[in-house]
C-alpha cells in the first residue's frame, strides 16, 4: 500500500454501489469517477464504505470487501432497507417529519396535547421577546478598567472599543491585558469597586491624562494586596 504525499500517491480504491436489494447499482474504478457521477463529495462515499450509511439512496462498498462477500455467498449482508421518512437522495430527514420514532408511537389525543403545549409555549416566548424560540442568551456586564466605562454586554463593549467579544471576555476572564486595555465582569446592582478603587462610568471619553491617573491607581491598588 503506497504512501500518501507529493511522491506516493494513496492507493487507488475501486467501489461497488448496492441497491437495498443487494444488486449491483454500479461499478468504479476510481472514487473520482463516482463523484462526477453522482455529484457528491468523495468523503460521503468513504464514510458509506467504512461506516455503512446511505449517500444517494445507495450502500457503497470497497471492491475487496465486496468480492469476499459475494464470493462467501453472504448476499442477505449486501442487503439494507431504506428508512421512508429520509428523502432517498440526501438522506436527511423529510420535511415535517417529527425526528424520533417516539412521536408515531403516541396517540392522537396525546399528539393534540403535544401541540397545544407547544403552541402555548411559542405564543409566551413570542411575548418575552425571545423570537428565536430558543434559550435567551446570558449577558455579562463588563467594564473595562482602563477607561472606566461600563457596559451592558460584551458586543456594547466591543463595539466602543473596537476589539472582538471573545478577546475581552478572555482578558476579563483571565485578567490580562488586550490591546492596552483591562477588562472585568460586574455584577448587576454590585458596588463599583476594584481592589478599593471606584471606577467611575464617564459619559465620554475621558482625556488621556484622566485614563492614565486612573490606571494607575489600579495598579497601585492590585499590587498592594
Known amino acids: 500500500m503506497g504512501t500518501k504525499g507529493y511522491k506516493h500517491p494513496g492507493r487507488k ?11 449491483i447499482a454500479g461499478y468504479f474504478e476510481f472514487i473520482k469517477d463516482a463523484v462526477d457521477k453522482y455529484g457528491m463529495d468523495r468523503h460521503s ?14 450502500r457503497w462498498w ?3 470487501e465486496f468480492r469476499e462477500i459475494y464470493l462467501r ?3 442477505d449482508k449486501l442487503k439494507y432497507t431504506l428508512d421512508p421518512n429520509r428523502d432517498r437522495l440526501t438522506y436527511h430527514f423529510k420535511k415535517g417529519h417529527k425526528f424520533g420514532n417516539g412521536w ?7 399528539k393534540q396535547k403535544r401541540r397545544e403545549l407547544a403552541r402555548e409555549r411559542a405564543m409566551q416566548m413570542i411575548h418575552e421577546g425571545h423570537k428565536n424560540f430558543g434559550k435567551p442568551k446570558m449577558e455579562k456586564p463588563v467594564r473595562c ?37 483591562r477588562f472585568e465582569f460586574i455584577e ?5 469597586y476594584l ?28 499590587y498592594s494586596k
Request: glycine share 8%.
Open 62 to 64: 470497497y471492491e475487496e
Open 195 to 222: 481592589y478599593g478603587v471606584e471606577h467611575i462610568a464617564f459619559s465620554s471619553s475621558p482625556c488621556k491624562s484622566t485614563i492614565e491617573a486612573l490606571d494607575k491607581l489600579t495598579k497601585e491598588a492590585y
Open 104 to 110: 408515531d408511537r403516541c396517540s392522537e389525543e396525546k
Open 145 to 181: 478598567i482602563t477607561t472606566g466605562k461600563e457596559y451592558d454586554s460584551l458586543k456594547a463593549c466591543s463595539a466602543d472599543v473596537g476589539i472582538p467579544q471573545n478577546q475581552i471576555g478572555r482578558a476579563a476572564k483571565l485578567g490580562v491585558v488586550t490591546h492596552k486595555k
Open 73 to 75: 455467498g453472504e448476499f
Open 188 to 192: 448587576k446592582d454590585s458596588p463599583k
Open 45 to 58: 462515499i468513504t464514510d458509506s464504505c467504512k461506516r455503512g450509511t446511505i449517500c444517494r439512496g445507495l
Open 13 to 23: 480504491h475501486s467501489v461497488v454501489a448496492v441497491n437495498p436489494d443487494g444488486s
